[in-house]
Nanobody
Framework: EVQLQASGGGLVQPGGSLRLSCAGS????????IGWFRQAPGKEREGVSC????????YYKKSVKDRFIISMDNAKNTVYLQMDNLQPEDTGVYYC????????????????????????WGQGTQVTVSS
């Protein structure tokens, strides 16, 4: 059974940093995308960043580019989201998700991936940026 476990959220002041982790278990797939989404109170869920397992291609939402870095440790089956210079608008519940790809390793995949494409979701981790 595939499971995703998101962790690392917390309360931080503006300008601070957090590192989120998404640990996967039961993964036997070669090609997949791990995405990070967030949902602020009263707002729709939005995609923040994603990474493809085979070639490391990444995507960042414009508002987090240059502040967030997504990375993957295949040996640990874990994807990280390093978030620096956090701002109040980054507040929300952050979720990680996995889309299992079946196109072939040479397929040039368009990023970001729609939320509806993701096969597995982890529980959320709360990020609160406030002074």
């Amino acid at each position: 059974e595939v499971q995703l476990q998101a962790s690392g959220g917390g309360l931080v002041q503006p300008g601070g940093s957090l590192r989120l982790s998404c640990a996967g278990s039961g993964f036997t797939f070669d090609d997949y995308v791990i995405g990070w989404f967030r949902q602020a109170p009263g707002k729709e869920r939005e995609g923040v960043s994603c990474i493809r397992s085979t070639n490391g291609r990444t995507y960042y939402k414009k508002s987090v580019k240059d502040r967030f870095i997504i990375s993957m440790d295949n040996a640990k089956n874990t994807v990280y989201l390093q978030m620096d210079n956090l701002q109040p608008e980054d507040t929300g519940v952050y979720y990680c998700a996995a889309e299992i790809l079946r196109y072939g390793l040479d397929y040039r995949l368009a990023l970001p991936r729609p939320a509806a494409n993701y096969d597995y979701w982890g529980q959320g981790t709360q990020v609160t940026v406030s002074s």
